[in-house]
Structure formats: structure tokens, C-alpha cells
């Protein structure tokens, strides 16, 4: 197998085998294998939501690059985003209504970027605390800048940008299941 192939490993886990004893020793020396090939696994993350693997589910390890990549993705874009919100002036209208259509771009890029960068983090806290500053963003933008208008129509922008984002996501993890289905059958 190639080097530049190596960034992300899936693990077969077999759970025919008690917990306790072959199922963690065959996952350790298949995660010290994969340490010797691609260099430092910084985190295991299960793709279902039990801590446990069970029969046909697998393990995705993620590397310190990966880490990295994903976390620089999510600042990039959270720093676009906080410019164009809190810039002195308003950007210049492209279109019509395209402020709001910048304003659900911005969140939906930053939320998705934010589920990639923080995969380990409960999904209903980290939509949580995106619609919430989905819908604070506006009133704060007002505040540091008072001579820009407070508008609820952004407000419903911000938060259209981000429950886009949280189905885009949920749909995408319906189509990897089905897919990872349709092939642990073959």
C-alpha cells in the first residue's frame, strides 16, 4: 500500500471475540502495525456511538495530520466568517438578498467544518452550541459595530446555515451506512 494512502485506516473488528481478551489484544497490535506504517495515532473514534465495536462495525483512526488538517480547516473558516460578520462596513450586495445567502454559506462552511474538526464531540452539543451562536452573532455583530443593522432575517439566515449543515451531515452518515452495509454483504 502506498504512503499517501495510509491517512485514514479502517479496522475490522471482529466481536466474535470476548472483550476482555483476544478483541483488545488484535485491535492493539493492529493499532501498533498501523503506528509503525503511518507514524503517531493520535485518537480512535468509533463510527457508531457505542464505545464498544460490534460485529461489523469498524474503527476509523485518525492521524495527527488529519487532526491538524481538519482543525486548520475549521479556523480558516471561522476567521472568514468572523470577518464578514464583524467587518466595519457592510459587503457589497452581489445580488439581491445575497447577504443572506452569505450568511448561510458562512454558517453551513463553518458548521460542517466545525463537525470535521471536532468529531469526538457529542453531535447534539456541537449543533447546540452552532445554533446558538448561529442566533447570538447577529445581536453581537450589533453590539461591536452600531452603526450596522440588527436584522432578524440574518438571524434566520445563520440558523438555516447551520440546521443545513446538521442535515447534510445526518444524510451523508445515512448514505456511509448504507454503503458500509452493502459492502460488509459482499
Request: proline share 4%.
Amino acid at each position: 500500500m502506498s504512503r499517501h494512502f495510509r491517512k485514514i485506516q479502517l479496522v475490522q473488528c471482529n466481536s466474535r471475540l470476548p472483550e476482555r481478551s483476544g478483541y483488545a489484544n488484535t485491535v492493539t497490535t493492529q493499532i501498533r502495525h498501523r503506528q509503525q506504517l503511518s507514524g503517531r495515532i493520535r485518537r480512535i473514534h468509533p463510527l457508531q456511538s457505542s464505545s464498544t465495536p460490534r460485529s461489523g462495525h469498524q474503527l476509523l483512526i485518525i492521524t495527527h495530520k488529519e487532526c491538524a488538517l481538519r482543525i486548520f480547516i475549521f479556523t480558516i473558516s471561522l476567521a472568514v466568517l468572523l470577518y464578514g460578520l464583524f467587518r466595519p462596513e457592510s459587503p457589497p450586495d452581489l445580488f439581491n438578498n445575497s447577504d443572506k445567502f452569505m450568511h448561510v454559506l458562512g454558517f453551513g462552511a463553518v458548521s460542517l467544518a466545525a463537525r470535521l474538526a471536532f468529531i469526538r464531540t457529542p453531535a447534539w452539543l456541537l449543533w447546540s452550541i452552532l445554533l446558538l451562536s448561529a442566533l447570538l452573532s447577529e445581536w453581537l455583530q450589533h453590539l461591536l459595530q452600531p452603526h450596522r443593522q440588527f436584522s432578524w432575517l440574518d438571524i434566520a439566515a445563520n440558523s438555516l446555515g447551520v440546521v443545513l449543515a446538521a442535515l447534510g451531515c445526518w444524510l451523508l452518515s445515512l448514505c456511509y451506512k448504507y454503503w458500509q452495509a452493502r459492502n460488509l454483504n459482499y
